[in-house]
């Protein structure tokens, strides 16, 4: 599967973004599928997931309560609703195939999000 994240921008702090994730084939709707996040001078770190129905949404503590991981199936789209943003959410986003808390094949494109103070 082929993906392509979008969305990002310049945000103040508590202020909301929308991700999205377009993904190429028939198999998305059969994928865990998830966020994750990489800062300058640091690791890749997992943000979110979400079953292939859409259930069981799982977070990072970091962004527990504040962002939201959802998915429309038929549109072959994976969303990320991130509200309260805080300038350490500044980091390019990616959405990924997801095993746990780790990511599975490919990354595609991802997006910048950077946050004010």
């Known amino acids: 599967v082929q993906l392509q994240a979008s969305g990002g921008g310049l945000v103040q702090a508590g202020g909301s973004l929308r991700l999205s994730c377009e993904a190429s084939?028939?198999?998305?709707?059969?994928?865990?599928m998830g966020w994750f996040r990489q800062a300058p001078g640091k690791e890749r770190e997992f943000v979110a997931r979400?079953?292939?129905?859409?259930?069981?949404?799982y977070y990072a503590d970091s962004v527990q309560g504040r962002f939201t991981i959802s998915r429309d199936n038929a549109k072959n789209t994976l969303y990320l609703q991130m509200n309260s943003l805080k300038p350490d959410d500044t980091a390019v986003y990616y959405c990924?195939?997801?095993?746990?808390?780790?990511?599975?094949?490919?990354w595609g494109q991802g997006t910048q999000v950077t946050v004010s103070s």
């Open positions: 979400i079953s292939w129905s859409g259930g069981n949404p």
């Open positions: 990924a195939r997801t095993a746990g808390t780790s990511p599975v094949g490919s």
């Open positions: 084939g028939r198999a998305f709707s059969s994928y865990v």
